[in-house]
């Protein structure tokens, strides 16, 4: 969480830095931060909010051009969000100044003797903290600024990724990484950073993406000096070169990202299998697993870590792994497999699925699985990201920039892989019949086109949301495959629109929830074709006798559940295997317009951050 944007170069660095806080919002906006330097004079302005209000104030002042400019959006840790906690943050000589995503875990201690060597502290940030050792490293040790970050980040437990510069160096930014990730644009004579390559992609396609435990010196007419943190060894830099373009990151006339994102899952699902699934010649082509297919089909079982609604998505791949593939699998949230002494062993596979790639808790359970030597594939979106280094191998999701801080396409692409990988897992094992496979593919290739029709729907979900807006509770039901998805509904509601949601197992609901039930209670139950069709039905049955309210998804043409229940949102028919693809959709949509009708800022959910870099 927390994003961070920093310029030195010949143009004015403050229009540069602020648009890039602007498209890093996602990653934290509870308060926002400013410092350009234009080799004399340093102008700092920070406040509480977001980076909106941020722009307001610092209008208010006059700004100078200047060449080095660093700016912070944050989602608080250490502190509550005010202006003085808000960064960048002073050294106490005012000479240095940063900007940190990360946490110091073991800052109270150097706190404590840093106090005692005479420094105070205006903030309650761990930021601070790190600043002023750095600070007095430097000047007690008498070193160079580079080498004081070094000998100082050697000192911290904790992630980082930091930018800082000194008053007395006008022409330079020093940089380091751990756990937080941090991209360093290379432009003719000019450099950026950010926490992701968004706020230089009209600048510059080449960047490199600093790995743990490494810092870099930018200065001015030279080249990135890159070192390790431990030993001061020199890293030969490694420019990549970028295909994101602005198009991808912009709200392209929808009023949302998260709008925008629902819609554009037809064609992010077709990029998601563009070349890789040839559904006419009967063959899934996925260039990681090709190398690793033995190891997966001689898996004793594939262990699946995630959190939120990845974590739903490893669900739904489940059912799907264990039906066609005939491998045991276990769904696990990283925050809880990484602290509980799993056992895992080298005949396990471990599947990381995460969108931003950058999820501490399931980056943590990564390694902790390569530690007991198990082989760890990843399915990420975001390409160069952290979690796509740390795994063996993998599949990217190519869903383009996800934004809004609601994963909505995220969980339909990681399916889309998902669904491909057991398929070719299945063909290969002869775990799945020639007919059923074929019917597969063709079926997946529909599902762009089913989603669309899905969307279509819009219209009607818009006036069911009308009804319901002012809920405060809802219950979302599914079974079978569809029972990830009443999860996902749920985990959409709540955090956009503030309303309390829970999803279940349909069946699971006469175990307590039932008890939930009266006649304010809205019902979503997804009640598409399926094995369970009719015992879902019976569930909507035992609802109606307790007058709850029943909003069902339901397939194009059903006549049963629409006479049972209070509304219908339709999707079209698909096998039961890929029905999330589709029952999802008007979840997303209901979510959306509730929260829209509520007032809520659907991007920027309170208290949540787009990639969750802390424990
Ligand atoms: C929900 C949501 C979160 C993320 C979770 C994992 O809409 O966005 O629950 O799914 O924080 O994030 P990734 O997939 O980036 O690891």
Same mark, same amino acid.
């Given at each position: 969480?927390?994003?961070?944007?920093?310029?030195?170069?010949?143009?004015?660095?403050?229009?540069?830095?602020?648009?890039?806080?602007?498209?890093?919002?996602?990653?934290?906006?509870?308060?926002?931060?400013?410092?350009?330097?234009?080799?004399?004079?340093?102008?700092?302005?920070?406040?509480?909010?977001?980076?909106?209000?941020?722009?307001?104030?610092?209008?208010?002042?006059?700004?100078?051009?200047?060449?080095?400019?660093?700016?912070?959006?944050?989602?608080?840790?250490?502190?509550?969000?005010?202006?003085?906690?808000?960064?960048?943050?002073?050294?106490?000589?005012?000479?240095?100044?940063?900007?940190?995503?990360?946490?110091?875990?073991?800052?109270?201690?150097?706190?404590?003797?840093?106090?005692?060597?005479?420094?105070?502290?205006?903030?309650?940030?761990?930021?601070?903290?790190?600043?002023?050792?750095?600070?007095?490293?430097? +000047?007690?040790?008498?070193?160079?600024?580079?080498?004081?970050?070094? +000998?100082?980040?050697?000192?911290?437990?904790?992630?980082?990724?930091?930018?800082?510069?000194?008053?007395?160096?006008?022409?330079?930014?020093?940089?380091?990484?751990?756990?937080?990730?941090?991209?360093?644009?290379?432009?003719?004579?000019?450099?950026?950073?950010?926490?992701?390559?968004?706020?230089?992609?009209?600048?510059?396609?080449?960047?490199?993406?600093?790995?743990?435990?490494?810092?870099?010196?930018?200065?001015?007419?030279?080249?990135?000096?890159?070192?390790?943190?431990?030993?001061?060894?020199?890293?030969?830099?490694?420019?990549?070169?970028?295909?994101?373009?602005?198009?991808?990151?912009?709200?392209?006339?929808?009023?949302?990202?998260?709008?925008?994102?629902?819609?554009?899952?037809?064609?992010?699902?077709?990029?998601?299998?563009?070349?890789?699934?040839?559904?006419?010649?009967?063959?899934?082509?996925?260039?990681?697993?090709?190398?690793?297919?033995?190891?997966?089909?001689?898996?004793?079982?594939?262990?699946?870590?995630?959190?939120?609604?990845?974590?739903?998505?490893?669900?739904?791949?489940?059912?799907?792994?264990?039906?066609?593939?005939?491998?045991?699998?276990?769904?696990?949230?990283?925050?809880?497999?990484?602290?509980?002494?799993?056992?895992?062993?080298?005949?396990?596979?471990?599947?990381?699925?995460?969108?931003?790639?950058?999820?501490?808790?399931?980056?943590?359970?990564?390694?902790?699985?390569?530690?007991?030597?198990?082989?760890?594939?990843?399915?990420?979106?975001?390409?160069?990201?952290?979690?796509?280094?740390?795994?063996?191998?993998?599949?990217?999701?190519?869903?383009?920039?996800?934004?809004?801080?609601?994963?909505?396409?995220?969980?339909?692409?990681?399916?889309?892989?998902?669904?491909?990988?057991?398929?070719?897992?299945?063909?290969?094992?002869?775990?799945?019949?020639?007919?059923?496979?074929?019917?597969?593919?063709?079926?997946?290739?529909?599902?762009?086109?089913?989603?669309?029709?899905?969307?279509?729907?819009?219209?009607?979900?818009?006036?069911?949301?009308?009804?319901?807006?002012?809920?405060?509770?809802?219950?979302?039901?599914?079974?079978?495959?569809?029972?990830?998805?009443?999860?996902?509904?749920?985990?959409?509601?709540?955090?956009?629109?503030?309303?309390?949601?829970?999803?279940?197992?349909?069946?699971?609901?006469?175990?307590?929830?039932?008890?939930? +039930?009266?006649?304010?209670?809205?019902?979503?139950?997804?009640?598409?074709?399926?094995?369970?069709?009719?015992?879902?039905?019976?569930?909507?049955?035992?609802?109606?006798?307790?007058?709850?309210?029943?909003?069902?998804?339901?397939?194009?043409?059903?006549?049963?559940?629409?006479?049972?229940?209070?509304?219908?949102?339709?999707?079209?028919?698909?096998?039961?295997?890929?029905?999330?693809?589709?029952?999802?959709?008007?979840?997303?949509?209901?979510?959306?317009?509730?929260?829209?009708?509520?007032?809520?800022?659907?991007?920027?959910?309170?208290?949540?951050?787009?990639?969750?870099?802390?424990?």
């Amino acid at each position: 969480m927390c994003g961070i944007v920093g310029y030195i170069g010949n143009r004015d660095a403050y229009p540069i830095v602020l648009n890039g806080l602007k498209r890093l919002e996602y990653r934290g906006y509870d308060s926002a931060g400013i410092a350009l330097y234009d080799g004399t004079k340093i102008q700092l302005c920070k406040t509480k909010g977001k980076v909106a209000d941020l722009e307001e104030k610092f209008s208010r002042q006059m700004a100078t051009k200047c060449k080095i400019g660093i700016g912070h959006t944050r989602w608080a840790t250490h502190g509550v969000p005010n202006d003085i906690n808000s960064h960048p943050h002073y050294s106490n000589s005012g000479d240095l100044v940063i900007i940190h995503n990360g946490i110091i875990e073991n800052y109270a201690s150097i706190k404590k003797e840093l106090i005692n060597r005479g420094y105070t502290f205006y903030s309650d940030t761990d930021t601070e903290v790190l600043v002023n050792l750095i600070e007095d490293i430097k +000047i007690n040790q008498k070193v160079k600024l580079g080498q004081a970050v070094q +000998i100082a980040l050697n000192e911290v437990v904790g992630a980082y990724a930091i930018a800082l510069f000194d008053k007395n160096k006008p022409d330079e930014i020093v940089v380091a990484k751990l756990g937080s990730p941090l991209a360093i644009g290379i432009g003719e004579d000019e450099f950026f950073v950010a926490s992701d390559a968004t706020p230089f992609i009209e600048f510059t396609k080449n960047a490199i993406y600093l790995e743990d435990e490494e810092m870099a010196i930018i200065r001015l007419g030279k080249d990135v000096n890159i070192r390790k943190v431990k030993d001061d060894s020199s890293v030969a830099p490694y420019i990549q070169k970028l295909k994101l373009n602005l198009e991808q990151i912009e709200k392209g006339g929808y009023d949302y990202f998260m709008l925008k994102e629902i819609y554009e899952q037809p064609s992010v699902i077709k990029d998601t299998y563009r070349g890789r699934l040839l559904a006419d010649k009967g063959i899934i082509k996925l260039g990681g697993l090709e190398n690793h297919i033995e190891k997966f089909t001689n898996a004793d079982r594939i262990i699946i870590v995630a959190c939120g609604t990845s974590w739903h998505a490893g669900l739904v791949a489940e059912y799907i792994f264990e039906d066609w593939a005939r491998i045991p699998v276990e769904v696990e949230y990283a925050s809880e497999f990484r602290y509980r002494n799993p056992v895992i062993t080298d005949k396990d596979i471990i599947i990381a699925i995460s969108q931003s790639g950058e999820t501490a808790d399931t980056l943590a359970a990564i390694k902790l699985a390569k530690e007991k030597g198990a082989f760890v594939y990843g399915i990420c979106n975001v390409v160069g990201s952290t979690i796509s280094r740390a795994t063996d191998s993998g599949t990217y999701t190519h869903a383009g920039p996800e934004i809004g801080v609601a994963s909505t396409k995220a969980f339909t692409t990681q399916i889309t892989v998902l669904t491909m990988i057991a398929l070719k897992l299945a063909k290969v094992k002869g775990t799945i019949s020639q007919s059923n496979y074929r019917l597969h593919l063709r079926e997946l290739e529909l599902i762009p086109s089913n989603v669309e029709m899905a969307l279509q729907k819009n219209n009607d979900i818009e006036e069911i949301a009308k009804l319901f807006k002012d809920a405060t509770n809802f219950l979302y039901l599914g079974r079978g495959y569809n029972f990830p998805v009443a999860l996902e509904g749920a985990l959409k509601l709540k955090e956009i629109s503030y309303i309390h949601a829970e999803g279940y197992p349909a069946a699971e609901m006469k175990h307590g929830p039932i008890a939930l +039930i009266d006649e304010q209670m809205p019902i979503v139950v997804i009640a598409v074709n399926s094995n369970h069709y009719d015992k879902v039905v019976s569930n909507i049955q035992e609802i109606k006798s307790r007058k709850g309210k029943i909003i069902a998804v339901v397939t194009e043409g059903d006549t049963v559940v629409k006479e049972l229940a209070d509304y219908i949102m339709e999707v079209p028919n698909t096998p039961e295997t890929l029905s999330p693809l589709v029952t999802t959709i008007p979840l997303q949509l209901l979510s959306y317009h509730i929260a829209l009708m509520l007032g809520r800022n659907v991007d920027q959910p309170r208290n949540l951050a787009k990639a969750v870099t802390v424990e």
